[in-house]
């Protein structure tokens, strides 16, 4: 004998379940959460948008693991080489547009404290003298 739930897979208090892949679609077509929000309570299903968005999630990652195990490789076990070699490997059409960058970094070798020093010794914080200093300068 066969077991055939007749609910979704998930918590049976989660109202919008029954609707999740619906929303992954509106989502995919460009809906935003606040529409789907509406559709949902046109049908009698009144959440919230953060509702929507988690519902929306789930779906999408469940979509995600099930495309995964159609290709025969589950997305935790791709091997770190290959998941490195797809990100680094650059498309055709991207090698055009990319120019080449060059980054320099300064590097202080100084700490802290002499860094904060040299900054207040270079500034006047009594306003008294900044007043004077600044009435005596003609620019």
């Not at 992954?24 to 299903?45: D, H, K, N, P, S």
């Not at 003298?129 to 300068?137: G, K, P, V």
């Amino acid at each position: 004998m066969k077991l055939v739930p007749t609910d979704p897979p998930g918590r049976s208090s989660r109202k919008a379940r029954r609707f999740a892949q619906d929303m992954r679609e509106l989502r995919a077509q460009g809906y935003t959460f606040e529409a789907i929000r509406m559709a949902l309570a046109a049908v009698g299903v009144h959440v919230s948008n953060a509702t929507v968005q988690r519902e929306v999630a789930r779906a999408t990652k469940a979509a995600s693991v099930a495309q995964g195990l159609e290709s025969g490789v589950r997305p935790d076990e791709v091997p770190p080489a290959i998941t490195q070699a797809l990100v680094s490997t650059p498309t055709p059409a991207t090698t055009a547009t990319q120019s080449p960058q060059v980054v320099s970094v300064e590097t202080d070798m100084r700490s802290g404290k002499e860094i904060a020093e040299a900054f207040a010794s270079s500034r006047i914080t009594n306003p008294l003298a900044r007043a004077r200093l600044n009435a005596r300068d003609p620019s």
